[in-house]
């Protein structure tokens, strides 16, 4: 997707980092992205206390990394099977969610508050489609 980025943080589940809503970065750069990614990457991927979307309004693109650790994209389909594909993914067919656990790591919540406090995001409630 083209930069600049926006990135939503939508924390359903805190433990006491902050308020439960949806967290807007500001716009980013894909060095931005990638620095935040980077930094964040053992919390973003083992902690379920949120969801995140990332954005570009030059694209009309969106990727969502949902609590259940699946990706949504939305836009452009075909660079992102594209991209996919050069990652070494293939098609195929969906097997149904496993039984599996969300999981809110107490040793996780120092990056969960340091997460919030990265950028000056914009807060707004919840959805009711944001709710467990």
Do not use: C
């Not at 389909?77 to 097997?95: H, Q, T, Y």
Request: glycine residues 6%; aromatic residues 14%; proline residues 5%.
């Amino acid at each position: 997707m083209a930069e600049p980025y926006t990135l939503l943080y939508v924390l359903h589940t805190p433990r006491g980092e902050g308020e439960p809503g949806r967290y807007q970065s500001p716009e980013l750069s894909a060095v931005d992205f990638q620095s935040f990614m980077s930094r964040f990457a053992s919390f973003l991927s083992s902690d379920a206390r949120f969801d995140i979307w990332a954005h570009s309004r030059i694209d009309h693109g969106t990727v969502v990394w949902d609590r259940h650790n699946e990706l949504f994209a939305y836009g452009r389909l075909d660079r992102f099977v594209s991209e996919m594909k050069a990652l070494g993914f293939e098609r195929g067919e969906i097997e149904g969610s496993a039984p599996h656990a969300h999981n809110y790591w107490p040793e996780l919540d120092m990056d969960a508050t340091a997460l919030l406090s990265y950028w000056s995001w914009s807060h707004s409630p919840l959805q009711a489609e944001d709710e467990q």
